[in-house]
């Protein structure tokens, strides 16, 4: 195979670099040495694009790893890490796989080790090419079951993928049953709880295993029956991983005042808060305002997303305007024969019904979360770019 010459950093684990590495590494096609560095802090600030692709942690005389050494694997998701040391105990060596890291050489380095170590990493960063990103979390929750949240997520992944393309992933935190395999007509073979199990070494590769690809140019994380078992440093860690993988993770939220929940929101940059106008609904949307104040979110966050709307049925919205202060981002209509055929077909709008009065509906809402004017999560209202309207 032919491969461009690896981006190579030494970090130097003990201050001095073994003469194996030194006598190798300069005169190797493979590699494009960029240096030499003294400590895990020499990093701190390098925009992404000037980070090594391979960065050889040189531990020399040193017998156990240093505690930076998994946090600095974490940090560092576009670059692959190798270890080098004379330790070749297997408890050593097990340590070295939980920290994350999958490279290791032996020292003193020969030369056919390196070479096929550095054949290894090459091939790996063929195969599963990415880009690091900032991604944005949007919770798409409701008041309780029935109001809309999963044909809502499913398809606003679907508006979000067609501005950003293969850069969208939809997440099931459906709960007590996932839905949107379901909506979507995929068998899911992966799920949430595979990256659970495997939260405190989140590797990339693994992470783009788990997840299941659609051919509306996204990726769908699935979820499952039981998520009782997920903490919040465990969700955490999944979020944060996801949010280097992709620009947009849109997560299907059930309603339930949970550590999900509440997790999640917290990391979320927006939180579509789905109702619809009925007298009883809006006094659980009281209830819940009481909830996200428990848990100290940003009310502005919180963008409340009127679906099925329809004028003159229910609370109308200017009613609204003398029960609550807060704004109506959006309003979603009731359009339920195209909406109906394509979850019993397991499809989205956009391949059913693209021209249905929902779809263009959810891709002007998908605009607005995207425009930079919403980058920091102010809840400006856009209720379908017309009128503005408070309720509370």
Not at 119 to 142: D, L, M, N, S, Y
Not at 376 to 388: E, L, N
Request: charged share 20%; with cysteine; glycine share 4%.
């Amino acid at each position: 195979m032919d491969f461009e010459p690896l981006k190579t950093a030494v970090l130097l684990g003990d201050g001095v670099t073994s003469s194996s590495l030194a006598e190798f590494l300069p005169d190797l096609p493979q590699v494009q040495v960029l240096g030499q560095l003294t400590s895990p802090d020499d990093l701190v600030g390098i925009p992404p694009e000037s980070l090594p692709e391979l960065l050889i942690v040189d531990l020399n005389n040193q017998q156990a790893l240093p505690d930076w050494l998994e946090k600095l694997n974490k940090s560092l998701p576009q670059t692959t890490l190798m270890v080098c040391s004379q330790n070749r105990d297997p408890d050593f060596l097990i340590h070295v796989i939980q920290t994350g890291i999958r490279e290791f050489l032996p020292l003193p380095v020969q030369l056919p080790d390196l070479e096929a170590a550095l054949e290894r990493v090459q091939v790996a960063k063929k195969q599963r090419p990415f880009q690091t990103h900032q991604g944005k979390i949007i919770a798409v929750t409701g008041l309780k079951g029935g109001m809309g949240v999963t044909s809502t997520a499913v398809n606003l992944a679907v508006s979000l993928a067609e501005m950003y393309p293969k850069q969208v992933v939809l997440v099931d935190l459906g709960r007590p049953f996932p839905d949107v395999a379901t909506f979507l007509d995929q068998k899911s073979t992966t799920c949430i709880l595979d990256l659970v199990e495997h939260s405190d070494h989140l590797e990339v590769g693994f992470v783009q295993k788990t997840l299941q690809s659609h051919r509306d140019n996204f990726s769908v994380l699935h979820g499952a029956n039981d998520l009782k078992i997920i903490d919040a440093k465990a969700l955490g860690n999944i979020w944060d991983t996801l949010r280097t993988l992709f620009e947009w993770v849109v997560v299907d939220l059930s309603a339930a005042p949970d550590v999900i929940n509440q997790k999640t929101l917290q990391e979320s940059l927006h939180i579509l808060l789905i109702t619809d106008l009925l007298v009883p609904n809006l006094e659980n949307l009281k209830r819940w305002w009481e909830q996200y104040e428990t848990w100290q979110l940003d009310r502005s966050k919180v963008k409340v997303i009127v679906n099925r709307y329809q004028k003159n049925e229910g609370v109308v919205l200017d009613e609204l305007v003398h029960m609550q202060k807060h704004p109506v981002f959006f309003t979603l209509p009731n359009d339920y024969l195209p909406l109906s055929d394509c979850i019993n077909h397991g499809v989205s709008l956009k391949e059913l019904a693209p021209r249905s009065k929902l779809y263009r509906s959810l891709q002007e809402l998908a605009e607005a979360l995207a425009s930079p004017s919403e980058e920091g999560g102010a809840a400006a209202p856009v209720v379908k770019k017309k009128k503005r309207f408070w309720f509370f």
